[in-house]
């Protein structure tokens, strides 16, 4: 079979279309012949060298993928060949089949093409864990996702738009900002002209976020503090900004507030089944009903990877970039 490959760490013509044995599916596996694969910021830091898969698992990137089901491990008795699904994945999605536990597996939801699928399960999964799941984000609260205009940003937004949530967002365009505000935001700061703790704060009369969602790590961790109200929960799930930040502790003493860290590949299978069990009951309904879309900005063909890198790096895209096989 095709899939990508990165035989030295380096820029996205690193990317190589290779050709490999097929998986087989273990016991309490499916394989799937893939159809779409979804594009993360995690697979660009793979690329570059800096961030492997966990240890005994497969080098070649991709987090989600969607498909049809193609062979199935002993035991499983969920999915029959033929289903269209889904799948949050550890890695190897950029291929023409790959091998998943059956806990991480989703159906297409209705309404959904299924190459649109793809855009699904790394973006849902990521923000019910941690939006709601860990930081625990209720009606009425305000909530502040960085990069609203990001595959995990844009679904955010919808998300916490449908729980009753009052959403800011910043975003480096106005055109990305007009897109955020039709998705359902309300705070809209360009981060290139405005400093998002002033706006924050005027617009909430003082208050700050509830909840942070934050993809930049060190480079924002003062002001995210800075931004939190009392009680208030910053969740860090990426280091765009850097790995190293100062972190006031007076003042998370006095707001008795909370910083989390967060990552969604290395979790034990366990884990990653009861979350994507729990997207399946909670958001899946919403995505049926046409309340919550998945967002595709472009798709390439598997083979034009590195184009899809580019312009994932070049982050002019709005939503999700796809990786197609067909």
Same mark, same amino acid.
Not at 17 to 26: F, R, T, W
Not at 212 to 240: C, E, F, H, S, W
Not at 261 to 272: H, I, V, W
């Given at each position: /079979?095709k899939?990508?490959?990165?035989?030295?760490?380096?820029?996205?013509?690193?990317?190589?279309?290779?050709?490999?044995?097929?998986?087989?599916?273990?016991?309490g596996?499916?394989r799937?012949?893939?159809? #779409?694969?979804?594009? !993360?910021?995690?697979?660009?830091?793979?690329?570059?060298?800096?961030?492997?898969?966990?240890?005994?698992?497969?080098?070649?990137?991709?987090?989600?993928?969607?498909?049809v089901?193609?062979?199935?491990?002993?035991?499983? $008795?969920?999915?029959?060949?033929?289903?269209?699904?889904?799948?949050?994945?550890?890695?190897?999605?950029?291929?023409?089949?790959?091998?998943v536990p059956?806990?991480?597996?989703?159906?297409?939801?209705?309404?959904?093409?299924?190459?649109?699928?793809?855009?699904?399960p790394?973006?849902?999964? $990521?923000?019910? @864990?941690?939006?709601?799941l860990?930081?625990?984000?209720?009606?009425?609260?305000?909530?502040?996702? %960085?990069?609203?205009?990001?595959?995990?940003?844009?679904?955010?937004?919808?998300?916490?738009?449908?729980?009753?949530?009052?959403?800011?967002?910043?975003a480096?365009?106005?055109?990305?900002?007009?897109?955020?505000?039709?998705?359902? #935001?309300?705070?809209?700061?360009?981060?290139?002209?405005?400093?998002?703790?002033?706006?924050?704060?005027?617009?909430?009369d003082?208050?700050?976020?509830d909840?942070?969602?934050?993809?930049?790590?060190?480079?924002?961790?003062?002001? !995210?503090?800075?931004?939190?109200?009392? #009680?208030?929960?910053?969740?860090?799930?990426? /280091?765009?900004?850097?790995?190293?930040?100062?972190?006031d502790?007076?003042?998370l003493?006095?707001?008795?507030?909370a910083?989390i860290?967060?990552?969604?590949?290395?979790?034990?299978?366990?884990?990653?089944a $009861?979350?994507?069990?729990?997207?399946r009951?909670?958001?899946?309904? /919403?995505?049926?009903?046409?309340?919550?879309?998945?967002?595709? %900005?472009?798709?390439?063909?598997?083979?034009?990877?590195?184009? #899809?890198?580019?312009? /994932?790096?070049? @982050?002019?895209?709005?939503?999700?970039?796809?990786?197609? $096989?067909?």
């Open positions: /079979m899939a990508i490959t990165i035989p030295v760490p380096g820029d996205p013509e690193a990317l190589v279309l290779s050709d490999i044995d097929a998986p087989e599916p273990a016991p596996e499916v799937i012949s893939v159809a #779409a694969a979804g594009v !993360n910021r995690a697979d660009v830091l793979q690329r570059q060298g800096f961030y492997n898969p966990p240890p005994g698992e497969t080098e070649i990137p991709g987090l989600e993928v969607s498909g089901i193609d062979g199935v491990g002993d035991g499983v $008795t969920e999915w029959v060949v033929g289903d269209e699904v889904c799948a949050l994945l550890v890695g190897g999605g950029y291929a023409e089949q790959v091998t059956v806990g991480q597996v989703l159906p297409v939801p209705a309404g959904v093409d299924l190459i649109e699928a793809a855009a699904l790394e973006v849902v999964s $990521t923000v019910w @864990s941690n939006v709601f860990t930081a625990n984000l209720q009606p009425g609260e305000t909530f502040l996702v %960085h990069g609203g205009s990001s595959g995990i940003g844009t679904m955010a937004i919808q998300l916490a738009r449908e729980v009753g949530a009052r959403v800011a967002v910043t480096g365009s106005q055109e990305k900002l007009d897109f955020c505000r039709e998705l359902g #935001a309300e705070i809209l700061v360009n981060y290139r002209e405005q400093d998002f703790v002033e706006v924050l704060k005027e617009a909430t003082g208050h700050g976020a909840v942070i969602l934050d993809n930049m790590g060190a480079k924002y961790l003062p002001r !995210n503090v800075q931004a939190l109200a009392t #009680a208030g929960r910053l969740v860090v799930i990426g /280091m765009q900004g850097g790995v190293k930040g100062e972190l502790l007076g003042m003493l006095r707001k008795r507030a910083v860290a967060t990552s969604l590949r290395a979790r034990p299978k366990a884990e990653k $009861t979350i994507v069990a729990a997207v009951e909670h958001v899946w309904p /919403m995505i049926a009903e046409g309340r919550v879309k998945p967002i595709v %900005h472009s798709r390439h063909p598997l083979a034009d990877a590195a184009a #899809a890198h580019a312009e /994932m790096e070049a @982050s002019g895209h709005i939503g999700k970039i796809l990786l197609v $096989t067909r």
